[in-house]
T-cell receptor, first 114, second 113 residues
């Protein structure tokens, strides 16, 4: 079975400083990995996904993530935080069946202060 | 175009009542998923439909939970005899194909008193 562990439940940054949200995965196969963002009272939105192509994945709103097989990590980064980035972020791994049942981490709440 | 919509957005039920939650997927999307998100947790898979066929219901927590998608579009998640532990946000997602990107609706927040 696959799983993801988000290492921080909360991350606080100042506007304009870098963002790092950490995620480790466990999988017996080459996984598909995703980052989703959830703003209050809104649906989950896909930020980016890794599907065994380039290990550095660029997403929307300036976010990117690097797949590191040796470290079983898929950390999310952004060079400069914006107030609108404040939200909850989920690291997600896809199942191996013919359809994608997604397994979510517990989430990391990103707080951005002025 | 329109995204995934869910109704109602909020539902309060008394313990023991039956509830029905509706999901309208993106038009043309073959695959439909239901997830349950407890407070402070990530979403957890409940069930999967391909068109009208329910191919996986392994995540349904009890036989009080029932889902259907009779015409391969709109889906309904029904919970019978609701319990307090059923309080959660229920999310619906659809995708064009079975392994394509899933697009999520805003969810239905169910509170059981």
């Amino acid at each position: 079975a696959q799983s993801v562990t988000q290492l921080d439940s909360h991350v606080s940054v100042s506007e304009g400083t870098p963002v790092l949200l950490r995620c480790n995965y466990s999988s017996s196969y080459s996984p598909s990995l995703f980052w989703y963002v959830q703003h209050p009272n809104k649906g989950l939105q896909l930020l980016l996904k890794y599907t065994s192509a380039a290990t550095l994945v660029k997403g929307i709103n300036g976010f990117e993530a690097e797949f590191k097989k040796s470290e079983t990590s898929f950390h999310l980064t952004k060079p400069s935080a914006h107030m609108s980035d404040a939200a909850e972020y989920f690291c997600v791994v896809s199942g191996t069946k013919g359809y994608s049942t997604l397994t979510f981490g517990k989430g990391t709440m990103l707080l951005v202060s002025p | 175009g329109a995204g995934v919509s869910q109704s109602p957005r909020y539902k309060v039920a008394k313990r023991g009542q039956d509830v029905a939650l509706r999901c309208d997927p993106i038009s043309g999307h073959v695959s439909l998923f239901w997830y349950q998100q407890a407070l402070g947790q990530g979403p957890e898979f409940l069930t999967y439909f391909q068109n009208e066929a329910q191919l996986d219901k392994s995540g349904l927590p009890s036989d009080r939970f029932f889902a259907e998608r009779p015409e391969g579009s709109v889906s309904t998640l029904k919970i019978q005899r609701t319990q307090q532990e059923d309080s959660a946000v229920y999310l619906c997602a659809s995708s064009l194909g079975s392994r394509d990107t899933q697009y999520f609706g805003p969810g239905t927040r169910l509170t059981v008193l």
